[in-house]
Nanobody, 114 residues
Framework: QLQASGGGSVQPGGSLRLSCTVT????????MGWYRQVPGKQRELVAG????????HVEDFGKGRFFIARDYANNRLHLQMNNLKPEDTAVYFC?????????WGQGTQVTVSS
């Protein structure tokens, strides 16, 4: 249902772009975005959108660095991450939400290290 791509290893200050493709059509869902998780910690929200509206949300740690780009023609959502910091190192999970039910992508590793 969700195909995630992007991620990888970068040095501090670098950039990465995550992409998430919804194979059953983006309009089938209410919300979409990303969470991230580091070992031993709970999964935390990174950014999300309301599919049918203009609402976008980026958590405080990402504001001014992380940006969402919609590509509805290709049922895709992108997360552009700039000025990455070591504390951004995590597995990033794409999600869609429909009626309160969440579906998750397979997760992609982002490593920020010098």
């Amino acid at each position: 249902q969700l195909q995630a791509s992007g991620g990888g290893s970068v040095q501090p200050g670098g950039s990465l772009r995550l992409s998430c493709t919804v194979t059953d059509g983006i309009w089938s869902h209410t919300g979409m975005g990303w969470y991230r998780q580091v070992p031993g910690k709970q999964r935390e929200l990174v950014a999300g959108i309301i599919v049918a509206g203009s609402n976008e949300h980026v958590e405080d740690f990402g504001k001014g660095r992380f940006f969402i780009a919609r590509d509805y023609a290709n049922n895709r959502l992108h997360l552009q991450m700039n000025n990455l910091k070591p504390e951004d190192t995590a597995v990033y999970f794409c999600y869609v939400e429909t009626g309160g039910n969440f579906s998750w992508g397979q997760g992609t590793q982002v490593t920020v290290s010098s």
